[in-house]
Nanobody, 116 residues
Framework: QVQVVESGGGLAQPVGSLRLSCTAS????????MGWYRQTPWKERELVAT???????NYADSVKGRFTISRDNAENTVYLQLNSLKPEDTAVYYC??????????WGQGTQVTVSS
């Protein structure tokens, strides 16, 4: 079992910024990749960004150039920097941890609301 804890959501104004954090209770070296996904009541959960074991990053087209995913291996933590926020970025953001064994674990989600 892996505990996945997210933090950092909240309210931001359009063109503002937020930073999300996701900490896994397992060593980063047993993790295949970690990523952020988001969901709204009217859309299925969608990929936002992932960072793989080898450091390769992947972004949804809608967030490229605005969001940045990074990690701190020592803290088993992945960050998502959200810049130039838009109202359509409003969603519950979930962290996903996929182990090298292919088991996947989700966090409880953190709300991001972009509104003036």
């Amino acid at each position: 079992q892996v505990q996945v804890v997210e933090s950092g959501g909240g309210l931001a104004q359009p063109v503002g910024s937020l930073r999300l954090s996701c900490t896994a209770s397992r060593s980063i070296f047993s993790i295949n990749y970690m990523g952020w996904y988001r969901q709204t009541p009217w859309k299925e959960r969608e990929l936002v960004a992932t960072i793989a074991r080898d450091g390769i990053k992947n972004y949804a087209d809608s967030v490229k150039g605005r969001f940045t995913i990074s990690r701190d291996n020592a803290e088993n933590t992945v960050y998502l920097q959200l810049n130039s926020l838009k109202p359509e970025d409003t969603a519950v953001y979930y962290c996903k941890v996929v182990l090298v064994t292919k088991y996947a674990y989700w966090g409880q989600g953190t709300q991001v609301t972009v509104s003036s």
